[in-house]
């Protein structure tokens, strides 16, 4: 039943490719973005772009995650830069580009006396459904998200995880080309999060529907999104493929047949950290560009005209990758 959901939402969207020009490759711009409550800046100068797929957003708290959404769906208005979702100004854009996007809030405060079927159907609504339209489209969604038989239970009634199904849900409900999901897993159970990943990840690549999501759990992020934006201190530290910001991040094994500490003396005088270990091996330049790794290991080599059996990037952690960039090296 999930399936033949989601199919029918999907390919009943109006918002979809419409002639035929490919869509653009970029979802989210930003240039020199500042924000600021009262006196205090959340941004100085945010700039990135966000391409198609799935993106995790990162941060420690209260490095400005939800307030970014909110300028993303035109609710909070930036001090100076540019910003563009789905080719437009959300601060000016109209109806028409909220129609396009879906929203899921982290927090869970939904209206206890609804019906989750009634609330979706609203939500799509407001997005510009026609009422018999939004009634099929909340049943579909509720039934995607494994609530087809809770669908006529009041909100109120249901357990915190089951509001999270709500929310995403009535994200979906009128078929968006982009869907931004805060903390999209906060309050599922193991069993729970896997499904919700599961849907996420199909959604984002059989589906052909953009997703923005922010979340605490970094293995989350790392299991199902394919580009990520860390931000710290009021800017982007860092944003990309995940695969390109991980692979080489971490180093490098070298493994040699001989020459083993004149190889590691000539790596380390280049400037590259070097650490010898058993068995003829060399871990080396960890946090260093791996092409520059490699041209210090290739002219070591060839100095000492050493035996190379081996050399293989090492890849971190996304989790590495989030601490070295929000907390430097040290953390």
Same mark, same amino acid.
């Given at each position: 039943?999930?399936?033949?959901?989601?199919?029918?939402?999907?390919?009943?969207?109006?918002?979809? *490719?419409?002639?035929?020009?490919?869509?653009?490759?970029?979802?989210?711009?930003?240039?020199?973005?500042?924000?600021?409550?009262?006196?205090?800046?959340?941004? %100085?100068?945010?700039?990135?772009?966000i391409g198609r797929g799935i993106t995790g957003l990162l941060g420690s708290n209260g490095a400005g995650k939800t307030t970014l959404f909110g300028m993303l769906l035109g609710l909070h208005h930036r001090n100076s830069g540019d910003l563009r979702v789905l080719g437009e100004d959300p601060a000016h854009a109209g109806p028409e580009l909220r129609q396009r996007i879906g929203y899921s809030p982290e927090h869970h405060d939904l209206p206890v006396d609804v019906a989750a079927q009634d609330f979706v159907r609203h939500i799509a609504e407001i997005h510009g459904l026609?009422?018999?339209?939004?009634?099929?489209?909340?049943?579909?969604?509720?039934?995607?998200?494994?609530?087809?038989?809770?669908? #006529?239970?009041?909100?109120?009634?249901?357990?915190?995880?089951?509001?999270?199904?709500?929310?995403?849900?009535? @994200?979906?409900?009128?078929?968006?080309?982009?869907?931004?999901?805060?903390?999209? %897993?906060?309050?599922?159970?193991?069993?729970?999060?896997?499904?919700?990943?599961?849907?996420?990840?199909?959604?984002? %690549?059989?589906?052909?529907? *953009?997703?923005?999501?922010?979340?605490?759990?970094?293995?989350?992020?790392?299991?199902?999104?394919?580009?990520?934006?860390?931000?710290? *201190?009021?800017?982007?530290?860092?944003?990309?493929?995940?695969?390109?910001?991980?692979?080489?991040?971490?180093?490098?094994?070298?493994?040699?047949?001989?020459?083993?500490?004149?190889?590691?003396?000539?790596?380390? !005088? @280049?400037?590259?950290?070097?650490?010898?270990? !058993?068995?003829?091996?060399?871990?080396?330049?960890?946090?260093?560009?791996?092409?520059?790794?490699?041209? #210090?290991?290739? *002219?070591?080599? #060839?100095?000492?005209?050493?035996?190379?059996?081996?050399?293989?990037?090492?890849?971190?952690?996304?989790?590495?990758?989030?601490?070295?960039?929000?907390?430097?090296?040290? !953390?």
């Open positions: 039943m999930a399936n033949n959901a989601l199919s029918g939402i999907v390919n009943d969207m109006d918002i979809a *490719d419409s002639g035929d020009s490919a869509p653009s490759p970029t979802v989210i711009s930003a240039s020199a973005v500042s924000k600021l409550w009262g006196d205090v800046p959340v941004f %100085t100068d945010l700039t990135v772009e026609p009422k018999r339209e939004a009634t099929t489209r909340s049943s579909d969604a509720l039934w995607l998200v494994g609530l087809g038989e809770e669908r #006529a239970r009041p909100i109120g009634t249901m357990s915190t995880g089951q509001r999270q199904r709500v929310k995403l849900a009535q @994200a979906i409900a009128h078929g968006p080309s982009l869907v931004v999901l805060d903390e999209p %897993t906060d309050g599922l159970d193991p069993v729970q999060r896997d499904d919700m990943l599961e849907l996420i990840r199909k959604i984002g %690549t059989e589906y052909n529907i *953009d997703v923005l999501l922010s979340s605490h759990l970094l293995e989350e992020v790392e299991r199902i999104a394919d580009n990520v934006v860390i931000i710290a *201190d009021g800017k982007v530290a860092a944003a990309g493929a995940i695969a390109d910001l991980q692979i080489g991040q971490g180093g490098a094994l070298v493994v040699l047949d001989d020459q083993v500490e004149a190889v590691a003396g000539s790596i380390q !005088a @280049a400037g590259f950290a070097v650490r010898v270990d !058993a068995g003829r091996r060399l871990f080396v330049g960890a946090n260093e560009p791996i092409e520059a790794l490699a041209g #210090a290991v290739r *002219d070591a080599v #060839a100095e000492h005209e050493a035996s190379l059996r081996r050399f293989v990037p090492l890849q971190q952690s996304l989790e590495d990758l989030f601490l070295n960039e929000v907390h430097g090296a040290s !953390a």
